[in-house]
């Protein structure tokens, strides 16, 4: 990993996504890289809550919802924004979705420690004719990492969000903290080596 790696900016649901202020983040970005990497939640809504993607797609969920994920409208939205209100041209916007299936050789081992656990309790809840609930993940208090698997009713599960924490935000609404990469670094676990050509990009004079 180098200190100019991507991305550079982050925007997340709990923070008021601004169009101004992204482009301006954007540009600064670029005039001190000579690149941007931009990583947007789908969720990303206006002072008033409205997502920003709504304005831009009619397409809805069975439930009546505007679809957020998978269409692309929104990566396509700051894209335009991008070129419209700075000088970079050249912009690209990609909308994953099953992305992690492409790459079935970097899996993170707790992660895969923890899903085959959480699928033999389900076999078992199941077995025992308790199909009203499902297993859930719980982080235990301390520095180092546990956890914990228990079966919670469906009603403790479905339609609830837990949002991130102020302290994993940072002050500026555009990226994570430190703190954010203390807790997820024993869910990612070790990261892939990644190389770098020679003639790696430089900023703009």
Do not use: W
């Amino acid at each position: 990993m180098y200190p100019d790696d991507g991305p550079h900016l982050i925007y997340l649901p709990e923070r008021p996504f601004h169009i101004e202020k992204f482009a301006a983040d954007v540009k600064a970005v670029y005039a001190k890289h000579g690149r941007c990497v931009v990583a947007a939640s789908e969720g990303i809504s206006d002072a008033d809550g409205t997502p920003i993607a709504a304005a831009y797609t009619k397409e809805v969920d069975s439930h009546g919802n505007v679809q957020l994920s998978g269409s692309g409208a929104l990566g396509d939205l700051l894209a335009n924004i991008v070129k419209q209100k700075t000088e970079i041209s050249r912009v690209r916007a990609d909308t994953f979705g099953y992305l992690q299936r492409s790459f079935p050789g970097i899996v993170s081992a707790t992660d895969a420690k923890e899903a085959r656990e959480v699928g033999r309790l389900a076999v078992q809840a199941a077995a025992k004719k308790n199909v009203d609930g499902s297993v859930a993940i719980k982080r235990k208090a301390g520095k180092t990492y546990r956890a914990e698997f228990k079966l919670v009713p469906l009603s403790a599960v479905a339609k609830e969000t837990r949002h991130m924490p102020d302290e994993f935000i940072s002050k500026d609404g555009n990226d994570i903290t430190a703190a954010f990469i203390r807790y997820a670094k024993p869910l990612v676990g070790e990261l892939p080596k990644i190389g770098r050509f020679a003639g790696k990009p430089v900023a703009k004079k």
